[in-house]
T-cell receptor, first 113, second 115 residues
């Protein structure tokens, strides 16, 4: 009865490297959402995906950020050429399609040095 | 352009007393509201919700009140316990919580309950 699994829990990258964050939704959930929490801020919506489809990416920065949710395997949030301002906690949530039962993972803390 | 505002960054109350956390919103299209609790180094966990067709929802020690005309909601915790110490986030959704899915969060209020 695993919940939403995110890995790694902590990720350190040098400026200019790529960061890959993974999210496995709860069993039976086919909708995945990514949020970012900057220091002293609330959670900001980034992207909403279903299997093989991006439904809403209105919160994604226009450059360097991409997300996918393939038919098999976890959802991936990819950040290319990371900068210090990308340092944040990234949370993934999954649901069956509505906010009822919307469940968050424990997050990945990205630190860019 | 914050659509969901939690104007108090922190709140301190004595164990056994009532904690009242407030939240304001600007978008009249929001029709479903949720409160999440977050401990350090963990993800947010769902606490309680309310739809816009109601003005009150109660679950044990937790009650959420919604004032649609004022675009204001509040979370009451009574009696407060030290284990309630956490950051509380207010979140809003349109479409009666339906397939839109994404939530709009406030910045959170850090509650400290002192023994």
């Amino acid at each position: 009865n695993a919940g939403v699994m995110q890995n790694p829990r902590h990720l350190v990258r040098r400026r200019g490297q790529e960061a890959r964050l993974r999210c496995s939704p709860m069993k039976g959930h086919s909708h995945v959402y990514w949020y970012r929490q900057l220091p002293e801020e609330g959670l900001k919506f980034m992207v909403y995906l279903q299997k093989e489809n991006i439904i809403d990416e209105s919160g994604m920065p226009k450059e360097r950020f991409s997300a996918e949710f393939p038919k098999e395997g976890p959802s991936i949030l990819r950040i290319q050429q990371v900068v210090r301002g990308d340092s944040a906690a990234y949370f993934c949530a999954s649901s069956g399609g509505t906010v009822y039962g919307y469940t968050f993972g424990s997050g990945t803390r990205l630190t860019v040095v | 352009d914050q659509q969901v505002k939690q104007n108090s960054p922190s709140l301190s109350v004595q164990e056994g007393r009532i904690s009242i956390l407030n939240c304001d919103y600007t978008n009249s299209m929001f029709d479903y509201f949720l409160w999440y609790k977050k401990y350090p180094a963990e993800g947010p966990t769902f606490l309680i919700s309310i739809s816009s067709i109601k003005d009150k929802n109660e679950d044990g020690r937790f009650t959420v009140f919604l004032n649609k005309s004022a675009k204001h909601l509040s979370l009451h915790i009574v009696p407060s316990q030290p284990g309630d110490s956490a950051v509380y986030f207010c979140a809003a959704s349109g479409d009666y919580g339906g397939s839109q899915g994404n939530l709009i969060f406030g910045k959170g209020t850090k509650l400290s309950v002192k023994p």
